[in-house]
């Protein structure tokens, strides 16, 4: 079987971040945190999903356990935006390099601010995308939130 490589497992690479990749069946009609859990023998704690949001003028990328709804006012006050909306689907591509099912915190094509869901401090281990549809990258909390720069917030409903 060939390894898979995205940018997000090169450049986990390149910093010498231990990581694990596991594969999961993407399906468009399926695409939702339970489909995920159901695959990946993760805790759906465990496993996050990268959300792109905006205020008009700046971006930001928020973090949060799969299963939950992000709280978009706790998220503008957190973050210092009177508020914040997440980013139209069609513009997710041209801004990240990434699309809709398997958009990373790592290696976006600009660096945003990115926040992480407070809880995700207590956990061994996290997943996030690793940057394609049907791949998630299990990794450190702390490896992850220091190589983004990213802090932990309370966000969610």
Do not use: W
């Not at 079987?1 to 995205?6: A, G, Q, V």
């Amino acid at each position: 079987m060939k390894k898979i490589k995205t940018n997000v497992l090169r450049l986990l690479d390149q910093q010498h971040i231990p990581y694990e990749v596991k594969e999961y069946q993407y399906d468009e009609e399926h695409l939702s945190g339970e489909h995920i859990i159901s695959q990946v023998d993760l805790k759906p704690e465990e496993i996050y999903k990268t959300l792109v949001l905006h205020d008009g003028y700046d971006y930001l990328v928020c973090c949060i356990p799969v299963l939950e709804e992000i709280d978009l006012k706790k998220l503008a006050k957190v973050s210092g935006h009177k508020s914040v909306e997440i980013l139209h689907q069609k513009d997710l591509l041209p801004l990240t390099g990434y699309i809709r099912g398997g958009c990373s915190p790592i290696g976006m094509k600009k660096k945003f601010p990115t926040y992480f869901q407070e809880d995700m401090i207590l956990l061994e281990r996290v997943a996030v995308s690793a940057g394609k549809r049907g791949l998630q990258v299990i990794l450190k909390p702390q490896d992850l939130i220091s190589y983004v720069q990213g802090q932990y917030v309370d966000v969610i409903r």
